[in-house]
């Protein structure tokens, strides 16, 4: 069973998590990514891997015409029950169900490090934008996503060996009784860097957001080392991979 595929399973879990209000990074995390890399509401704006839909909301809310897309047949039901202001598909960011260049913006908000094929869904994030659209994304971190913190009492972050290395990570999660499985893979910043290159997309602008807001004190770690990088890639250029003939319907 494919990676995108497994969040089926997880689906109510992740509802759960993500609808009660301040309890993830998310809440803490997510103006940052607003404020600094999204582009003005254009006419047309995706988002690829939209789960339960928060961020597809937020979008709404600040004035964008979404087009939102995930593998999880029943996340993308619940998205569609939450805002019916949307356009909702089920579809992989691997193979999207759209013409080329028929959108202005492509978000992918902590998608990008858990989809199968990350230069596959890129180059498709480049395909349907138009020549000066943007992607914007949110990844975990590629250095902190490669270590953890120790369990001492003044906790020290350690970074695992092999950082070149693109690792599965499965991580089981229970946090006030919220069961949670996430699940990925770990990049290194040069294999994203090498996959927007290949699409033909430039980075504009890129970030490591701080906390803001009043988060709970166990983030109070994350003052000191970035949980997230933040980036904003530009269409620069066609490319062969862009070229596949007839426009899928």
Not at 103 to 117: G, K, P
Not at 183 to 204: M, P
């Amino acid at each position: 069973m494919g990676i995108e595929s497994e969040w089926e399973p997880e689906s109510e879990n992740w509802v759960r998590w993500a609808r009660t209000s301040g309890f993830d990074a998310y809440w803490y995390y997510r103006d940052a990514f607003f404020d600094a890399i999204m582009p003005p509401a254009g006419r047309r704006t995706l988002e690829i891997g939209c789960g339960e839909g928060r961020v597809t909301r937020d979008l709404i809310a600040r004035g964008h015409a979404v087009v939102a897309t995930d593998p999880a047949r029943s996340l993308v039901a619940h998205a569609r029950d939450a805002e019916r202001a949307g356009q909702y598909l089920v579809a992989a960011g691997g193979n999207l169900p759209f013409p080329d260049a028929c959108f202005d913006t492509v978000v992918a908000y902590n998608v990008l490090q858990v989809v199968i094929d990350l230069p596959e869904t890129v180059r498709e994030a480049a395909r349907v934008l138009r020549l000066g659209g943007h992607l914007c994304a949110c990844i975990a971190h590629p250095v902190t996503d490669l270590g953890r913190f120790s369990d001492e009492a003044e906790p020290r972050f350690v970074l695992r060996e092999g950082y070149f290395e693109t690792r599965r990570v499965d991580d089981k999660v229970e946090r006030e009784g919220k069961p949670m499985t996430f699940r990925g893979w770990t990049h290194s910043l040069e294999d994203y860097a090498i996959a927007l290159e290949d699409a033909g997309l430039s980075i504009e602008s890129m970030r490591e957001p701080r906390l803001s807001g009043t988060p709970p004190t166990r983030y109070a770690r994350w003052q000191l080392l970035p949980m997230f990088l933040n980036f904003r890639a530009v269409k620069s250029r066609e490319t062969e991979s862009l070229s596949r003939g007839d426009p899928k319907p």
